[in-house]
């Protein structure tokens, strides 16, 4: 099922629109970054991890590289703008320039005045499996690959504008190995990984339409819940989620955890640095950033302060080899990696109608033109 909705308050024209979009109500200056007061030295303060009820888009100027932000105004999509629906998971951009938004209700494509839906039809196979979208990520081909809660994994044409299922069939062990699945990934060898919530993770080659299943660690547990999964440098595959971080061993198809890694560690995003060292996403112990430097093999927690809890499918956004995005329920923080500090918080201010509308940041994403796009959760808010 698709749908087309103008965006009537922007009037904007094409997919190379898009940035106009959020340059217009956007005021940046270039400088280094300067210490918010409060944020420098974080609690220790457990987190916990908070569920979602709503949401819309703000965006604003990054490009320039590092930038400190003196007056902040922010661009708006809701669902008064055509979006389908208010709780969204993931943003992309894809190569031809359109952003893409997964939501729990639909498919949107959006060229900066118009948005287009895509929907289940339960008369039409070609279409989406299932309206609940987890992930998204485009192929070399132009693809999009896409990750829904209850139908699998679905591939989208762009051209064709139809849908290819792959759906899992206990009858058929070839088949993926769960319908519930939450992180996508494509690695250097041509490969896709999908990490499922309750099934493990599987291998797909898109080439011969082969799945490879990985269920268990080393000691024979249930991997658990998988929210990312990410190719390294040297072409290792490395995932987290509620047991914490994990490595597959392509060669003997081994599933093991580093001596590091605590029992109750669990996140929600993986990043690897330039350098080789790996950024967790945490909300047990911590809610905040964990680094596991693997050369030292050492946990190192920069727990987040001002009583922030995560966010469900929250994830980093690196600036650069700057620092680091970071949503929460309190507000979107920026960590310094030279001075390994947090030194901002962009907060909700009741005085300002150009602030954040709300302070639940769930996730952020910069696009090619280096806006960042970030979704709020606003309660309330309905489709």
């Not at 669902?79 to 894809?94: A, F, H, K, M, R």
């Not at 030292?296 to 929250?314: D, Q, W």
């Amino acid at each position: 099922m698709i749908t087309i909705r103008q965006n009537i308050a922007s009037g904007l024209r094409g997919a190379s629109r898009i940035l106009l979009l959020c340059i217009i109500v956007s005021y940046v200056v270039a400088a280094q970054p300067r210490p918010t007061t409060g944020l420098a030295d974080p609690t220790t303060k457990d987190g916990a991890r908070g569920d979602r009820e709503g949401s819309e888009f703000q965006s604003f100027d990054t490009r320039g590289g590092h930038t400190r932000v003196s007056d902040l105004r922010f661009a708006h999509l809701t669902t008064n703008d055509g979006l389908s629906q208010s709780y969204v998971t993931e943003i992309l951009q894809d190569r031809r320039g359109f952003m893409w938004f997964a939501t729990r209700d639909g498919l949107n494509r959006y060229d900066g005045n118009t948005f287009v839906v895509y929907k289940h039809n339960p008369n039409d196979p070609r279409s989406l499996s299932a309206n609940y979208i987890w992930d998204l990520t485009e192929d070399d081909q132009g693809y999009l690959w896409i990750a829904t809660d209850t139908g699998g994994v679905n591939k989208f044409d762009p051209t064709t504008e139809r849908f290819a299922r792959y759906r899992h069939d206990p009858n058929n062990s070839n088949s993926i190995c769960g319908d519930a699945v939450e992180s996508i990934a494509r690695d250097s060898r041509g490969y896709l990984w999908f990490g499922t919530s309750d099934s493990g993770l599987d291998k797909f080659d898109p080439s011969t339409g082969t799945f490879t299943h990985y269920v268990a660690d080393s000691d024979g547990q249930f991997v658990g819940r998988i929210t990312k999964v990410i190719e390294d440098r040297r072409r290792d595959i490395w995932f987290v989620g509620e047991r914490g971080l994990f490595h597959l061993n392509l060669q003997t198809g081994q599933i093991t955890r580093p001596p590091a890694i605590i029992q109750r560690l669990v996140a929600d995003y993986l990043y690897e640095d330039n350098v080789g060292t790996f950024w967790m996403l945490a909300y047990s112990p911590i809610f905040g950033l964990v680094k596991y430097d693997r050369q030292a093999e050492r946990l190192t927690n920069y727990p987040v302060s001002g009583g922030a809890i995560g966010v469900a499918s929250s994830n980093l956004l690196a600036d650069g080899q700057n620092g680091f995005w970071v949503p929460s329920s309190q507000g979107l923080y920026y960590f310094d990696l030279r001075t390994e500090r947090w030194t901002y918080r962009f907060q909700h201010d009741e005085t300002n109608p150009d602030s954040l509308n709300d302070n639940t940041v769930a996730s952020v994403y910069r696009d090619r033109g280096g806006l960042l796009w970030w979704e709020l959760q606003m309660v309330g808010l309905t489709s």
